[in-house]
């Protein structure tokens, strides 16, 4: 079982930019996918963007595509998700998991960090 711990979450203005920071503990094998999913308050938990480990091929909902980077730090064991251009709708809490290989149902991923909260006022 893989720790997951997220960071960089705060309170900001729309239009502003944030990154978040997912350290994983151990070295994820270059089969694994990193995600990061959002939760608002009374909805589902979404998927916001993923990166497979090995290759780096990122991918995006169509939400935040334009506006959100994620990256990985291979020697730090590390995801970050750049955001900017941030909207009201962006708030909630970013959770990163790491799964066995792409998806982008929440169900699909065991290991998730505790969340970090992301809100953005207009």
């Known amino acids: 079982q893989r720790q997951l711990v997220e960071s960089g979450g705060g309170l900001v203005q729309a239009g502003d930019s944030l990154k978040l920071s997912c350290v994983v503990s151990?070295?994820?094998?270059?089969?694994?996918?990193l995600a990061w999913f959002r939760q608002a308050p009374g909805k589902e938990r979404t998927f916001v963007a993923g990166?497979?480990?090995?290759?780096?091929?990122?991918y995006y909902a169509d939400s935040v595509k334009g506006r959100f980077t994620i990256s990985r730090d291979r020697s730090e064991s590390t995801v970050y998700l750049e955001m900017s251009s941030l909207k009201p709708e962006d708030t909630g809490l970013y959770y990163c998991?790491?799964?066995?290989?792409?998806?982008?149902?929440?169900?699909?991923?065991?290991?998730w960090g505790q969340g970090t909260q992301v809100t953005v006022s207009s």
């Open positions: 990166i497979r480990w090995g290759y780096g091929t990122t």
């Open positions: 998991a790491l799964g066995n290989s792409y998806d982008t149902n929440a169900v699909s991923f065991r290991n």
């Open positions: 151990g070295r994820p094998f270059s089969s694994h996918f």
